[in-house]
């Protein structure tokens, strides 16, 4: 490899190894320290304004999200992995083949209310998704035995955040005790380095 600017050849970095379609090593900050301490809520796809969604303009409220289908996939061939945001949903197929997720809320006051993810990547017309598989990965994804063995993803508390019933009242309480106890701290060790600077001095 020659670098255009020094001209001198370099060795290519090493390429990771090969784990097969979707199943690359993942990064979830949520699992690191700063997100423990802080807490973390997952996404909730499909079920926001979930109290609106039936009023006059109520589909002015729907998200219309989708899964795509390297989710499916990797949950095939990793049964531990298990999203958050998908906690509550049971993987369904359709009679023509498409594969969705399904959920049914309870909502308080109301009538249940039945969440239906589509999966991306197939189920649009130009099946995008398949042009990147080859034919064993093709024969997992419609291995129809194997798919059914995807249980229901448990509900998973990822932190106190995920308890908090998240307003703009919630918001701003925690920014303004943010706010204050960054001025403790900084109150704080200006006193302490005072007093250091007064003993040296």
Known sequence: ?????????????????VKGW???????????????????????????FLDKVHDELGTHFETHEEIHVSVRM????????????????????HD???????????RKGKEPKEIILPEWGFNNGARLGSRLLNRDEMAKLNDIKRN??????????????????????????LVASSITFLGLVLLVDSSVMQSITQEFL
Do not use: C
Not at 2 to 13: F, G, I, M
């Open 1 to 17: 490899v020659v670098d255009p600017l020094s001209e001198t050849e370099q060795q290519p970095a090493s390429l990771p190894p």
């Open 22 to 48: 979707a199943l690359s090593d993942l990064h979830d900050e949520a699992n690191s320290l700063k997100f423990k301490l802080g807490g973390a809520a997952a996404r909730t796809p499909g079920q926001y």
């Open 74 to 93: 990797r949950m095939m061939e990793d049964p531990t992995w298990r999203p958050a945001a998908l906690a509550g949903f049971q993987l369904q197929r």
């Open 96 to 106: 023509d083949g498409f594969y969705y997720w399904h959920k049914i809320v309870k």
């Open 148 to 173: 059914r063995e995807i249980e229901m993803v448990p509900e998973i508390e990822l932190g106190w955040a995920a308890l908090l019933p998240w307003n703009w009242g919630t918001a701003t309480w």
